[in-house]
């Protein structure tokens, strides 16, 4: 008997890395696993690896900086487990360059992957959250929040805008 038999996980940046062994090891400890990235490819090979058989893994192709993937996501993970029981937002980016020197493309690519798109996802799985009786939120962030290092300034600070939006989501969202 596992951990997490009977618990339903959403792992975005499930297709590869840190995202892929997350839910391997979720799925061993029983959890039904929905992974989500932007490139169907890699989330087949993950799926592949995670459970052989395919049971208890789902796959959802969604970008999290776009708000009708993530209701989507949301939707299919209802309908496929039947509640969410936890969140792990794994996705990110990031970029190395001088601070006066980065584009705000890539100040925007940052801020919003590692940042605003982990909070819209966080909201929009708390109403589910709520119905199956309470959840958890991981959200995966890096020491670059807490120290900065030259090269990665936005990056730094979108790990840091993470890891201050956890903290207050775990305070107002603690009761529940």
Same mark, same amino acid.
């Given at each position: %008997?596992?951990?997490?038999?009977?618990?339903?996980? =959403?792992? &975005? @940046?499930?297709?590869?890395?840190?995202?892929? /062994?997350?839910?391997?090891?979720?799925?061993? $400890?029983?959890?039904?696993?929905?992974?989500?990235?932007?490139?169907?490819?890699?989330?087949? *090979?993950?799926?592949?690896? =995670?459970?052989?058989?395919?049971?208890?893994?789902?796959?959802?192709? +969604?970008?999290? &900086?776009?708000?009708?993937?993530?209701?989507? !996501? !949301?939707?299919? &993970? =209802?309908?496929?487990?039947?509640?969410?029981?936890? !969140?792990?937002?794994? /996705? @990110?980016?990031?970029?190395?360059?001088? !601070?006066? *020197?980065?584009?705000?493309? $890539?100040?925007?690519?940052?801020?919003? &992957?590692?940042?605003?798109?982990?909070?819209?996802?966080?909201? #929009?799985?708390?109403?589910? %959250?709520?119905?199956? @009786?309470?959840? #958890?939120? =991981?959200?995966?962030? #890096?020491? +670059?929040?807490?120290? #900065?290092?030259? @090269?990665?300034?936005?990056?730094?600070?979108?790990? /840091?805008?993470?890891?201050?939006?956890?903290?207050?989501?775990?305070? *107002?969202?603690?009761?529940?």
């Amino acid at each position: %008997m596992g951990q997490l038999d009977g618990k339903s996980a =959403i792992i &975005t @940046g499930g297709g590869t890395g840190i995202g892929r /062994a997350i839910a391997k090891r979720f799925h061993e $400890e029983g959890a039904y696993v929905v992974i989500t990235g932007r490139r169907k490819e890699k989330l087949d *090979e993950s799926a592949a690896f =995670i459970a052989p058989n395919g049971e208890k893994v789902h796959k959802v192709a +969604a970008d999290i &900086t776009v708000e009708e993937d993530i209701k989507r !996501l !949301l939707d299919e &993970t =209802i309908n496929v487990t039947g509640s969410l029981n936890i !969140l792990v937002n794994n /996705a @990110g980016a990031m970029r190395f360059g001088q !601070l006066h *020197e980065t584009p705000v493309e $890539e100040w925007n690519l940052m801020m919003t &992957t590692n940042a605003f798109a982990p909070w819209r996802v966080m909201v #929009s799985a708390v109403p589910h %959250m709520r119905k199956a @009786g309470g959840g #958890s939120f =991981i959200n995966i962030s #890096s020491i +670059a929040g807490i120290k #900065s290092f030259p @090269g990665a300034g936005i990056y730094c600070a979108s790990k /840091a805008s993470l890891q201050v939006i956890s903290q207050v989501m775990a305070m *107002e969202a603690a009761a529940d």
